[in-house]
Nanobody, 120 residues
């Protein structure tokens, strides 16, 4: 059974940091990514990473503040979020795909999400 389980969300003040973790199981995942959905808004792309970790992609809104990384030995994906802003408040979802390269849409598998709330 394929599973993606996120953790690490919470409440943080503006300017603070959080590290999200996504533990995968059930198969090998190639491209992996993070998305988020704020109340009343559509889910949006945040960041993605290739299998080797050598290629990453970020939404303009998080460039320079967020860093995506992975540990393939542990089948785990990370999102380090620094300099958080109130507009980063959302449910953050981990996504994984069987396609190689880097994927920004149409992921095969999704986690259940973890809430991130940034207070001003």
């Amino acid at each position: 059974q394929v599973q993606l389980v996120e953790s690490g969300g919470g409440l943080v003040q503006a300017g603070g940091s959080l590290r999200l973790t996504c533990a995968g199981s059930g198969r090998t995942f190639y491209s992996m990514g993070w998305f988020r959905q704020a109340p009343g808004k559509e889910r949006e792309f945040v960041a993605a990473i290739s299998w080797s970790g050598g290629t990453t992609m970020y939404a303009d809104s998080v460039k320079g503040r967020f860093t995506i990384s992975r540990d393939n030995a542990k089948n785990t994906l990370y999102l380090q979020m620094n300099s958080l802003k109130p507009e980063d408040t959302a449910v953050y979802y981990c996504a994984a795909d069987t396609r190689k390269g880097i994927v920004v849409r149409g992921y095969d598998y999704w986690g259940q999400g973890t809430q991130v709330t940034v207070s001003s």
